[in-house]
T-cell receptor, first 110, second 115 residues
Framework: RKEVEQDPGPFNVPEGATVAFNCTYS??????FFWYRQDCRKEPKLLMS???SGNEDGRFTAQLNRASQYISLLIRDSKLSDSATYLC???????????FGTGTQLKVEL | NAGVMQNPRHLVRRRGQEARLRCSPM?????VYWYRQLPEEGLKFMVY????????ESGMPKERFSAEFPKEGPSILRIQQVVRGDSAAYFC?????????????FGNGTRLTVT
């Protein structure tokens, strides 16, 4: 079983739609979680950190459920520019060693 | 303040040649991390280095791959006798401290193509 699992998609949604991505992790010792965004053939860029209390950044909301070992990302009012691959990431143990999911591809269409 | 700098952006090597990938961390950062992304796959941790020390190389293939981060100069990921399966994007990240749990910020990567 992969340490971080995501639905690969693609999710094809119309502009303005709300879309939700889910992610599960298997290592209960994981300490921190993040969502990264990766555009085609470019480096992954940090989108937001994920907290148990939930956190929101504009149109983006992230949530962590430690009991279920589940992380989510909600994008409201999606834009064409949101089209990318969204990577669910955990940090476990000492150091800043990250474990990446394989990513969920989002395509926002007119 | 420049971010993490990687070069070259693209590298083409024939089978059996050596590939050298360079990573200059952000100013003031003494910790470097290398990740590899194979086509259609997620990023996989390879190695974590501090100046002049390898801290964790649990993700490095046992043969042909090596990494260093000298006291002066960039970190180098070296792949000897490259094979087609080494074709991938190699990303580097840096941090000022090993233990603060902050997310990493990546350089723009080196895309290695082995022909």
């Amino acid at each position: 079983r992969k340490e971080v699992e995501q639905d690969p998609g693609p999710f094809n949604v119309p502009e303005g739609a709300t879309v939700a991505f889910n992610c599960t992790y298997s290592n209960s010792a994981s300490q921190s979680f993040f969502w990264y965004r990766q555009d085609c053939r470019k480096e992954p860029k940090l989108l937001m950190s994920v907290y148990s209390s939930g956190n929101e950044d504009g149109r983006f909301t992230a949530q962590l459920n430690r009991a279920s070992q589940y992380i989510s990302l909600l994008i409201r009012d999606s834009k064409l520019s949101d089209s990318a691959t969204y990577l669910c990431v955990s940090l476990t143990g000492g150091g800043n060693k990250l474990t990446f999911g394989t990513g969920t591809q989002l395509k926002v269409e007119l | 303040n420049a971010g993490v700098m990687q070069n070259p952006r693209h590298l083409v090597r024939r089978r059996g040649q050596e590939a050298r990938l360079r990573c200059s961390p952000m100013k003031g950062h003494s910790h470097v991390y290398w990740y590899r992304q194979l086509p259609e796959e997620g990023l996989k941790f390879m190695v974590y280095l501090q100046k002049e020390n390898i801290i964790d190389e649990s993700g490095m293939p046992k043969e042909r791959f090596s990494a260093e981060f000298p006291k002066e100069g960039p970190s180098i990921l070296r792949i000897q006798q490259v094979v087609r399966g080494d074709s991938a994007a190699y990303f580097c990240a840096s941090s000022p401290d090993s233990s603060d749990g902050s997310p990493l910020h990546f350089g723009n990567g080196t895309r290695l193509t082995v022909t």
